[in-house]
């Protein structure tokens, strides 16, 4: 076995060409140069102490706390010094741009769209049988068994199981569609009458329904979403041309690209 493996920029770009991901890279390639371009047109620039901290903010995500794991994490990635403070900087004109164009629409979105933002705190058991589902709801009903005790005999997954099915804080989109519907009707606590979907039947226990609340966090959701859609539309109405081979330029169909 050689003691060394050399991997050129070709094999890059061939192996990515055969795992299919072109698309993803030129949709991401082309999103960086469609917002320094809006970045530009609107005057919108990055200071020092902005990138300073972002990079803050990255380190502490990544628990980089010594300088040896931020230079472990720059090599795991192959980021140069320089290729790290374009990256900050790059993060930083996203934020500002999309604040720019959306940080005005945020309310409206919001109450335009405020059942969106509802969310329910749930645990679910999937069964095969309707009827034994129908027979353990009316058991929870008579109080002959609790939910958690159902949850360790009939959830296959150890996690998930130990957990007596919690799925966590979840909005409408979240859930299939005839269950939302559900859902969001229950006055928590409470236990919903089993659902029949494709994947099996739903018994779950509602805990909680949580009003939204439009703070710091909803805010950079909202803009985040309107900015993503934005980027999407931009990009759909480009005609991409790339060099993926070293002796001819390819131009690929526009709905190739963006399948």
Known sequence: MPQHLTISNSDIIRSLKLSCQIPNFLEAIAFKKIIAEAAQEAGIQVEEE???KES??????????????????????????????????????YEKLANHLFST???RVFYEHQVDYVAAVTYEIILDDRDLALELFYALEEGEVTFQEIARLYIQEPELRRAGGYQGLKHRKDFRPEIA??????????????ISTQKGVYLIWIEEIIQPQLDEQLRQQIITELFSAWLKQQFESLEIVTQLD???NLQLPNELLKA
């Open 246 to 248: 070293s002796d001819s």
């Open 105 to 107: 629409q945020v309310e």
């Open 50 to 52: 902005e990138i300073q």
């Open 56 to 93: 803050e903010k990255l380190r502490l995500e990544h628990k980089l706390v010594k300088a040896k794991d931020t230079w472990n994490w720059l090599r795991k990635y192959h980021l140069s010094l320089n290729d790290f403070e374009e990256l900050l900087h790059d993060k930083v004109l």
């Open 181 to 194: 519907a559900a859902v969001f009707a229950a006055s928590p606590p409470e236990i919903l009458k089993p």
